[in-house]
């Protein structure tokens, strides 16, 4: 391949994803980017001018490939319930090619790394929060009901999204407990 052909932004940071990947996202440091990826010091400097904006890049990256997966795209007409179960299997999947688990190695990161790193998630996660909402809009089976006595559907999507996250830091395979009690609280 010509040298410049090589893209040295996407080197640098598909050469950090794959040490995430393989060692974890704690591991990732600039010298093993320039070790691995055989691009200067310098170059990798004008990219990112500090570990904590390339460990941001490979945060955003990573939820972004997240959300790309072809199961979380292609979440078929299937009900809420379905869909919840879908999206959740859809991550348990994509978070498991990783060797190490990326969820716990966040908190690994130092107090600024972390700050960022949340920061560039939120980003990601509001999509599922919003997903989750328009899920609900969607299913005639939720009852409006349960919108009633101080409940809400945006506190119900936070719920749902917080206990996503929970059992997917927890490496649970199967949700259906999780699914039964929602069902409990909101079909008609």
């Known amino acids: 391949m010509n040298r410049k052909d090589i893209n040295p932004k996407q080197t640098i940071l598909s050469t950090a994803k794959e040490i995430a990947k393989k060692q974890g996202i704690n591991k990732i440091s600039i010298r093993q980017v320039v070790k691995l990826s055989g691009i200067s010091i310098g170059t990798v400097y004008n990219y990112y001018s500090t570990k904590a ?73 509001s999509r599922i929060y919003d997903l989750i909402l328009s899920l609900m809009d969607s299913d005639e089976t939720i009852r409006e009901k349960t919108w009633e006595n101080g409940l809400s559907k945006e506190k119900m999507a936070e719920f749902i999204f917080d206990n996503i996250l929970s059992m997917l830091k927890k490496g649970e395979e199967d949700i259906e407990y999780f699914i039964i009690i929602l069902k409990k609280l909101m079909i008609k």
């Open 53 to 125: 904006d390339l460990l941001v890049a490979v945060i955003g990256d990573f939820w972004k490939e997240a959300f790309m997966q072809k199961e979380f795209m292609t979440l078929g007409d299937k009900g809420f319930y379905n869909k919840i179960q879908e999206i959740y299997e859809s991550l348990y999947k994509y978070l498991s090619t990783y060797k190490t688990d990326w969820l716990k190695q966040m908190a690994l990161l130092t107090t600024e790394e972390k700050k960022l790193g949340r920061i560039k998630e939120k980003e990601y996660f």
